[in-house]
């Protein structure tokens, strides 16, 4: 088995937002030759999240505005008695730090309405993200 690991850098701009990171991620399937086999998408990050969705300008809003009202800031957080991001860590916690894609003949495998994203929850910050390719 082929193991294949790269990373980049993502610059956020905002407090919550969402990162189109599609086109890296195949990018980085198809230079690592591998043909069938597993991509790891992760964030390692306590505070952002990986998710797998459309890229439409009113879902993106619809996702960021349902995260600011399930994870509102500054709602009490004991963690907020030594941060001010205890938000943050809850989004990571519950929607993950990485998602895992088959990869078939070469390519990422993903529906027409998956685009992976980064879920930015504590920006402006740089977000490594790691793309892992296992397989043959
Ligand atoms: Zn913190």
Request: aromatic share 8%; hydrophobic share 45%.
């Amino acid at each position: 088995m082929k193991v294949w690991f790269s990373d980049f850098s993502i610059s956020t701009r905002n407090r919550f937002e969402l990162v189109d990171i599609t086109r890296r991620v195949e990018e980085a399937v198809s230079a690592s030759k591998i043909r069938d086999g597993l991509c790891l998408v992760y964030a390692p990050h306590a505070t952002a999240a990986i998710i797998a969705n459309e890229h439409e300008a009113g879902l993106l809003n619809d996702i960021l505005a349902k995260l600011r009202g399930l994870f509102p800031e500054g709602a009490g957080y004991l963690h907020d008695r030594i941060d001010d991001n205890a938000h943050a860590h809850l989004a990571s916690a519950f929607l993950a730090s990485s998602r895992t894609f088959s990869v078939s003949w070469g390519r990422l495998v993903r529906g027409t309405w998956q685009n992976i994203m980064l879920v930015e929850a504590d920006g402006p910050r740089t977000r490594r993200i790691v793309v892992e390719v296992l397989g043959e």
